[in-house]
C-alpha cells in the first residue's frame, strides 16, 4: 500500500471544474529515426512537452500506444529533439497532456516528418537559463527524489527498502521539521539511470522526481 501511494500521487492532477484529469511527470524521452510519437497515452493524445533546462516547449500529438515504456516516459523523433533543444544524450523533458481541440487537431496533429521544419518554437517563462559557455562546461548529473515527506518514520522507511536494493554510497538523507527528502545519486549518464530504474520497478518504487543539474 506504502509503494502505491509513492506511485499515484505525484503523477495525477485533477481539475475542479470539469473532471478533467491532467497527467504531468518528468523524465527522459528515447530519441527515434522514425517520424512517430510513442507513449503510453492513447493515439492522439495531445501534449504539452517542456525542455526542462531552457523552457523550450511544443505540443504535439501521439502516433501510437506501447503498454510499458520502461525507464523512459515517451519516445520522439530527431524532429522534436531538435526544436526543443534536447541534449540527445540526456533529453529531460516535462509531459503534460492537454485537452483535444478541434481547431488545434485540424492544424498541428500531424505526424512529423523529418525532412520538413518542425513548427516554431513555443517559448515558457524562463527561468534561469543557462549560457551556452555554461552549458559547454557543465557535466550534468541525475538525481532521483523521494518526497519532501512530512513525517520522518514514512522516510526512514522508504530509505530502509532502498537501502536494501540500491548501493547506499548512492543514497542521501536531507531532513528537515515535516520535510524529509531521500535522495539518490549522482548518477552520471542514462545507462546508470536505467539500472537503477530496473531495481526500483521492482520494488515498486517509481514514482520520484528528478532533477539534472
Keep these: 500500500m506504502l509503494r502505491r501511494i509513492i506511485v499515484v500521487l ?16 518528468k523524465g527522459f524521452a528515447k530519441v527515434s529515426n522514425n517520424n512517430k510519437i510513442i507513449s503510453t497515452f492513447a493515439k ?3 501534449l504539452r512537452l517542456t525542455n526542462v533546462k531552457t523552457k ?8 501510437g500506444k506501447l503498454k510499458n515504456s520502461g525507464s523512459r516516459i515517451i519516445t520522439l523523433p530527431i524532429a522534436v529533439i531538435e ?16 485537452r483535444k481541440n478541434k481547431i488545434f487537431i485540424a ?20 527561468i534561469g537559463v543557462l549560457s551556452l559557455k555554461e552549458k559547454k562546461i557543465m557535466n550534468d548529473k541525475i538525481y532521483l527524489i523521494f ?7 514514512f522516510a526512514k522507511q522508504i530509505y530502509k527498502v532502498l537501502n536494501k536494493k540500491i ?18 545519486g549522482p548518477l552520471n549518464n542514462l545507462k546508470e539511470y536505467d539500472k537503477i530504474y530496473l531495481k526500483l520497478g521492482k520494488i515498486g518504487l517509481i514514482g520520484f522526481d528528478i532533477k539534472v543539474q
Design 44 to 46: 492522439g493524445t495531445l
Design 167 to 184: 548501493n547506499n554510497s548512492l543514497i542521501f538523507k536531507d531532513y528537515k521539521v515535516k520535510n524529509y527528502t531521500i535522495l539518490i
Design 83 to 98: 526544436e526543443l533543444n534536447l541534449k540527445k544524450n540526456l533529453p529531460f523533458i516535462h509531459l503534460q497532456t492537454l
Design 147 to 153: 518526497g519532501p515527506f512530512y513525517y520522518e518514520s
Design 10 to 25: 505525484p503523477i495525477f492532477f485533477f481539475s475542479c471544474t470539469s473532471n478533467y484529469t491532467v497527467y504531468e511527470k
Design 107 to 126: 492544424k498541428k496533429a500531424k505526424t512529423f516528418d523529418e525532412e520538413k521544419k518542425v513548427s516554431k518554437k513555443v517559448a515558457l517563462e524562463t
Design 56 to 63: 523550450n516547449s511544443t505540443v504535439v500529438a501521439t502516433n
